[in-house]
């Protein structure tokens, strides 16, 4: 299978979308990113603990809802936002992130770089539709919440295409209860079969890309990291390689430790023709001296996939508390040797 033109040529990559200094444009922003040697741009979107909840709230059928959580013992009672179906999931036909898009494109196209949409993952809604909202009262089965949800995503992704997207990366933090053991013990004491919910996250996710226009390339981060979710041990991909299994993406976005061994065996999984991505960088820790460290896991993960198909990411998604402003988080003198060294330890096939 070959692999889609717009993403032979992305050997480094950010997941996530960045913070946005106090006054700056968003042409200032996208100029910032390709200024640092980035061929795709994200917008400025902080990574709110709510974020997703208010992309789902703009779909048809879902509502936000908001209750008070926390303990006796708090000051202040904590609100946490979740989610209510008011009726099916539906494509309500407009979405504010298509007017977003709009804006981030022209700002890339005077850059001469790429716009990416990203997006919470079909999964993702779907897991949290099923764990918060009472949709037995709307769905007889969980297969028909699947079924909307895709149908919904579809219609997501046309809208994007005639907007002038080519590149989606759908974040996904569904897999994350199934990459370890507590999360697994949550699903089995909550009735929940681990290989039922594969199933449908994986059925989801295909039948949300499977009529996706050829000119478009879908991306998917499987995200074991979750922002807000320190309780839980961080997860591994050995225990949720399942997330492989839909062949219809172009590229995995993948989370590794930062500054440790990792094993990249589940590598093998993943379908030929694909753009992998290893998460091995992040902006919350100083990236000069990590040149060998880069080149080590490059020539590590080419024992399980094809040297030529790898790439290294940035992983600007992966916290909450990414308050630095644009100047800061893109510091030439960090990044440009990083994007160098992803240029040499890509060619080492």
């Known amino acids: 299978m070959l692999m889609k033109s717009i993403l032979a040529n992305i050997n480094f990559d950010t997941t996530g979308s960045f913070g946005c200094a106090a006054g700056a444009s968003l042409a200032t922003v996208v100029s910032k ?7 795709v741009v994200s917008d400025t979107r902080r990574r709110a603990a709510d974020a997703d909840t208010d992309f789902f709230s703009g779909l048809g059928g879902i509502e936000k809802t908001v209750i008070e959580a926390g303990h006796v013992y708090q000051p202040y009672p904590v609100m946490t936002a979740l ?16 007017d977003s898009f709009k804006a981030l494109k022209s700002a890339a196209d005077s850059c001469g770089v790429i716009a990416r949409a990203t997006v919470p993952a079909p999964s993702t809604l779907l897991a949290r539709v099923l764990s918060e909202t009472e949709w037995a009262h709307v769905y007889a089965n969980t297969d028909m919440v699947a079924e909307d949800i895709a149908s919904t995503y579809r219609n997501l992704l046309t809208a994007l295409h005639d907007a002038g997207c080519r590149f989606v990366l759908f974040e996904d933090t569904a897999w994350s209860q199934l990459a370890d ?25 295909a039948g949300a890309i ?24 961080r997860g591994d991909y050995a225990h949720a390689a399942h997330v492989f299994d839909c062949d219809s993406f172009d590229a995995f976005y993948l989370d590794f430790h930062v500054d440790s061994s990792n094993d990249f065996s589940v590598l093998a999984r993943i379908p030929e023709g694909k753009k992998v991505m290893l998460g091995l960088l992040s902006p919350e820790k100083a990236l ?3 040149r060998a460290g880069l080149r ?41 040797p990083v994007t160098r060294t992803v240029e040499e330890a890509v060619e080492i096939s």
């Open 33 to 39: 990113q390709a200024a640092a040697g980035l061929r």
């Open 210 to 233: 499977d009529s996706v226009d050829p000119d478009m390339a879908i991306a998917l981060h499987p995200a074991l990291d979750i922002p807000g979710e320190g309780a839980r041990p």
């Open 181 to 205: 053991d507590s999360g697994l013990k949550e699903l089995l004491l909550g009735g929940t079969d681990p290989t039922e919910y594969s199933r449908l996250l994986t059925a989801v996710n």
């Open 83 to 98: 989610l209510k179906l008011s009726c099916h999931i539906n494509w309500p036909g407009q979405h504010a992130i298509i």
């Open 288 to 290: 000069a001296g990590k």
């Open 296 to 336: 080590e896991s490059m020539e590590s993960a080419s024992h399980h996939y094809p040297a030529a198909a790898l790439g290294i990411s940035l992983r600007s998604g992966e916290s909450t508390e990414i308050t630095v402003s644009v100047d800061e988080l893109f510091r030439l003198e960090d990044l440009e």
